[in-house]
Nanobody
Framework: QVLLVESGGGLVQAGGSLRLSCAAS????????MGWFRQAPGKEREFVTC????????YYADSVKGRSTISRDNAKNTVYLQMNSLKPEDTAVYYC?????????????????WGQGTQVTVSS
């Protein structure tokens, strides 16, 4: 069982930045691919970005590409999502997820473990 705890969400003005963190309980964190998803009010949860277990491969949804960076620190069992140039449409609950594989993709079913989410609100 992998426990994931997100932090770093909050209220920010459009154009601002936030860095989300996701801390994992599992000491074998480095064997999990990690992803970030988000769910806006009234919408389905959607893929944001993912990173391989070594950190050498990443993939981004078009909606955040060029504005966001995913990274991980396996020594700290933590994955990060740096978001810049935030827009009101980025407002959502952001979830991190873990997949017991070297690299995972954009589909929710590929991830076995999920955090509780952290709220990001971008005001215009």
């Amino acid at each position: 069982q992998v426990l994931l705890v997100e932090s770093g969400g909050g209220l920010v003005q459009a154009g601002g930045s936030l860095r989300l963190s996701c801390a994992a309980s599992e000491r074998t964190f480095s064997t999990y691919a990690m992803g970030w998803f988000r769910q806006a009010p009234g919408k389905e949860r959607e893929f944001v970005t993912c990173i391989s277990w070594s950190g050498d491969r990443t993939y981004y949804a078009d909606s955040v590409k060029g504005r966001s960076t995913i990274s991980r620190d396996n020594a700290k069992n933590t994955v990060y999502l740096q978001m810049n140039s935030l827009k009101p449409e980025d407002t959502a609950v952001y979830y991190c997820a873990a997949a017991p594989t070297s690299y995972s993709g954009t589909q929710e079913y590929e991830y076995d473990y999920w955090g509780q989410g952290t709220q990001v609100t971008v005001s215009s």
